[in-house]
């Protein structure tokens, strides 16, 4: 079965610190997604990778396939980096219009 | 910058009703999604479409739903006789393969 596992659920920082959320896969991937939803509910796209590491701005996503784990970074945190982020993995399914499976979210605030 | 709109924001309904969700993909993209998330779970694929057809689908889109490409804008989501369950923010998305998946606001759909 098609799994995508994220951990912490919830995660409260302090201003300027470096967080990192966690993502793992049961199987076989075409790509890994991380998203950002706000508290409004529009979902923005930040990364796909199916290999190595993406940098942009403050935010640096890196995986694994071996591993089938992805972990997302954001260094110096800033309040407005507060919401939801999302792991989302496209599984092979033999086409190339594959839907994605999505992770429960990381709910992240950071305090000033 | 080119974007995903999607109308109405938020429909409400009659149990039993048929509603008609509305997206305007990215002008470029062939590939077409629609999600759902029910209030406070994670997001989850219903369907996608490519080429004029359903490329896949998931468990939960069933013979009470629907897609269509109408004309060489739109991309609907039709959903025939809504039961309460249905009530969920649904978000479209398009993609220009193989690259990431742009997302719509979301419609919030409230079946009573």
């Known amino acids: 079965k098609n799994e995508v596992e994220q951990s912490p659920q919830n995660l409260t920082a302090q201003e300027g610190e470096f967080i990192t959320i966690n993502c793992s896969y049961s199987?076989?991937?075409?790509?890994l997604h991380w998203l950002q939803q706000h508290p409004g509910g529009g979902i923005v796209s930040l990364f796909m990778?199916?290999?190595g590491k993406k940098k942009h701005g403050r935010l640096i996503a890196t995986i694994n396939i071996q591993e089938k784990h992805s972990s997302l970074h954001i260094t110096a945190s800033h309040p407005r980096d507060s919401a939801v982020y999302i792991c989302?993995?496209?599984?092979?399914?033999?086409?190339?219009?594959?839907?994605?499976?999505f992770g429960k979210g990381t709910h992240l605030i950071i305090q000033p | 910058e080119p974007e995903v709109t999607q109308t109405p924001s938020h429909q409400v309904t009659q149990m039993g009703q048929e509603v008609i969700l509305r997206c305007v993909p990215i002008?470029?993209?062939?590939?077409f999604y629609w999600y759902r998330q029910i209030l406070g779970q994670k997001v989850e694929f219903l369907v996608s479409f490519y080429n004029n057809e359903i490329s896949e689908k998931s468990e939960i889109f069933d013979d009470q739903f629907s897609v269509e490409r109408p004309d060489g804008s739109n991309f609907t989501l039709k959903i025939r006789s809504t039961k309460l369950e249905d009530s969920a923010m649904y978000f479209c998305?398009?993609?220009?393969?193989?690259?990431?998946?742009?997302f719509g606001p979301g419609t919030r759909l409230t079946v009573l």
């Open positions: 199987v076989g991937i075409s790509a």
């Open positions: 998305a398009s993609m220009d393969y193989p690259n990431e998946q742009f």
């Open positions: 989302a993995a496209q599984f092979y399914s033999g086409g190339g219009a594959d839907g994605l499976t």
């Open positions: 990778l199916s290999s």
């Open positions: 002008s470029n993209h062939l590939y």
